[in-house]
């Protein structure tokens, strides 16, 4: 009954319209009446609890180094390098996409902002050479949606503060399925092109690649020094988010010279505003999860799941069904949030990894970005690109296909993740 009344608010808040912090807020306040335990000043202190949380310092600083690399000219940097080594190819600016996206995501970990900015440098090349529009927008989406599995990644922090995992180990776990998600995406990109007509560009000479990597070399260190560090144990993830701002911000204005003050001022105030609707999220969500703890949802929903817990791949299958569902009709952050704290138990009581579930959790909802019929990152490029979106999402089906084939290898065999996250936290 509880966990009925709990799913029926949230539900019937969001299709009614409201924001979801809001919705999340409402449905606490019902649960909070249901257990005769509300008080408006436990309800203000749960959600400034919510927030006082040491690793959420990082998305912040996180915010300014995203906006910094592409407003400060590392992004196309990283393009130029990616265009010098693979731009020659058949289909060869899809390989330059992918590489890039790659390479962006262990700058940003914003998978929006770093699709955003292979559209927005990409597609009109892509455009001029002959590619189809509709398939050149789908790979673009898709290789950003790597963003949030590859370290320093925002979602990779929430769900670390959500389930109580640690968030090294999800940075460090994050490294390989990112990389083989940019892998699929090749393979299934060798397919399309093998019959298309579309101009290549001229092979690169050698004093050109050194020239594009001398000039980009700032810009891949970056990645190196976050993970290196966490590796190490130099610094925390949170302190890695201050180190790539201070880093971004000094190559943008000492190196590369492209970003003004005037520019800066933007950013903080474009990071801004996105952290405090972020730490709003993050708060109303705690404050919900804080009540399904109280109210022992999460013992309802294992008796439900009771059957499964005996099969934990099983369970990971019928849980990976519902994440992709729900992470169709509702954007990454939130279904973080209103999930993991209902989930964690079942999949602790299953002896389930919880690094490897919260990495599977974020590829799942990763792929629900660019899935209709909300789908926010595909929303974006259509936007930055000009594109209809009935072209987008026919020509990002191949690349969700991928995925999914990926997506249920990473759940029939889960060494796949495990196997090498254990390698890399040493």
Known sequence: MTLLLFLSVLIGAILLGLPV??????????????LNLFSADILAQALINGVDSFPLLAIPFFLVAGEVMSTGGLSKRIVRMAVSLIGHKRGGLGYVAILT?????????????????????????????????GRSVGLLASGGIIAPVIPPSLPLILIGVAGNISIKNLFLGGIV????????????????????????????????????????????????????????????????????????????????REMTLQGFFQILVN???STAMVMFL??????????ITVAQLPQQ?????????????????VIMILVLCVGMVMDLSPTILILVPLLMPVVKLA??????????????????????????????????????????????????????VLLALFVAFPSIITVPMKWFIG
């Open 21 to 34: 912090a809001f919705a999340l807020l409402l449905a606490a306040i019902a649960l909070m009446l249901q």
């Open 282 to 291: 993050v708060g109303c969500a705690m404050v919900a999860a804080w009540l």
């Open 301 to 317: 929903l294992a008796t439900l799941l009771g059957p499964l817990v005996e099969n934990p791949r099983l369970l990971m299958a």
């Open 351 to 404: 002896n389930i990894d919880p690094v490897y579930f919260g990495l599977m959790f974020v590829i799942n909802c990763s792929i629900g970005l660019i899935t209709p019929p909300v789908g926010t990152v595909l929303n974006v490029v259509c936007g930055v690109g000009r594109v209809p979106m009935s072209a987008a999402v026919k020509g990002s089906w191949p690349f969700i296909a991928a995925y999914l």
């Open 177 to 256: 399925p990112g990389l083989m998600m940019g892998v699929a995406l090749m393979l299934v990109w060798n397919v399309l092109m093998r019959h298309e007509n579309i101009e290549t560009l001229e092979r690169a000479t050698t004093e050109e690649r050194i020239a594009a990597f001398k000039d980009g070399i700032w810009a891949l260190l970056l990645p190196v020094i976050i993970i290196g560090g966490i590796r190490f144990g130099v610094f925390t993830p949170t302190e890695a988010a201050v180190v790539a701002a201070v880093y971004a911000i000094l190559v943008s204005t000492v190196i590369y």
């Open 271 to 273: 990071a801004g505003r």
């Open 101 to 133: 996206a790659i390479l962006l995501a262990g700058l940003s970990g914003s998978a929006v902002a770093d699709a955003a900015a292979l559209v927005a440098i990409l597609y009109p090349m892509m455009q001029k050479a002959g590619y189809p529009s």
